[in-house]
């Protein structure tokens, strides 16, 4: 498969979860565990067949060697492993986040663990499924580029959420009823899906990213 398709394809993959983020899993990208309940359940799918989808991308060049019953079954296993690191590692980050009063700040935290993940699921799948050399080029420069933008304006963004905060907080009054509202409005109505949209742009360039850095062009051409 050529670069562009596969671009393509992933940023329709990506796409597409954050649509059913948004609808069916609240703009969460975690896994709730410690309070099971439908949106647990949707994000365990959510996730399961969203890692499916990169898997099969990624191994779609080697079709010719694998075939597709193989293929199927290692995306399957890959997506169930990756459920299960995904729920650990947000069962584990709950222990301490939720501890933290502010609502908005475990937005801004989970949105930065997501991030996180991305990586970590992102250079698992090139390590385990990509074979060839990797290669600093100058090709690089430009999803690093564009990954430092996203950085950038998240962290804008966040910040400017926090001002607003701070400013209708002192504008209908500092009673803990009112701060408690004006938190959970903009944690959950602007920090969340702000996530969701940042995770999605910033795992396509990473995409971009990781597949420039790798010398495989006789695979991916197939």
Known sequence: MRRRKELFLVTVIN???A???RLFMKSMLYIPL???GKTTYS???GWFFYVCGLCIV???GKKELYGWKKICLLSAGTGISVVVVRGVFDYVADQFIWSIWSRYKIACITGVLSDIFGVFLTVMLFLLFVKGKKKWTERVKKPLLWITADALLYAAALLGIYSEIDRMTRLIGTTEENITK????YAYGFVL???VWTYTFFM???WWLMRTLYDEEKEINV
């Open 15 to 17: 796409v597409m979860f």
């Open 19 to 21: 649509i059913y983020t």
């Open 34 to 36: 410690i309070k099971m």
């Open 43 to 45: 994000t365990i799918i």
């Open 58 to 60: 990624l191994l779609w």
């Open 182 to 185: 004006i938190d959970y409005f």
């Open 193 to 195: 899906p702000i996530n």
């Open 204 to 206: 396509i360039m990473l």
